[in-house]
């Protein structure tokens, strides 16, 4: 298992090549009060921000789907059969 260094420095070597998922793979494993710290950091960048959002943007429009679908199979299924 690599030391807590090397897993420091594999993490910094990450973020500097902008691959913040992995960076944040490794840090949240680490029991240290510099890795939450950098975590901080990493989910204050705007990458990291715009992509969350982007996350939220999608499961909306998933479950809004979702919603349509619902409504119009009950619809239809009215429409066809008869209201009860």
């Known amino acids: 298992m690599p030391t807590q260094d090397e897993q420091f420095a ?3 070597a990450y973020i500097q090549a902008k691959e913040y998922d992995k960076a ?3 840090l949240k494993r680490i029991q240290h009060p510099k890795a939450d ?4 950091k990493i989910d204050q960048m ?3 921000k715009a992509k969350r959002r ?3 943007v ?3 429009l998933i ?3 979702i919603v349509i ?3 119009a199979a009950t619809y239809l299924s009215q429409t066809i059969n008869g209201p009860f």
Do not use: C, H, N
């Open 10 to 12: 594999a993490a910094k």
């Open 24 to 26: 944040r793979r490794i």
């Open 37 to 40: 710290e950098w975590l901080s």
């Open 46 to 48: 705007p990458e990291m």
């Open 54 to 56: 982007r996350q939220i």
């Open 58 to 60: 999608m499961l909306v």
């Open 63 to 65: 479950g809004v789907s």
């Open 69 to 71: 679908i619902a409504v």
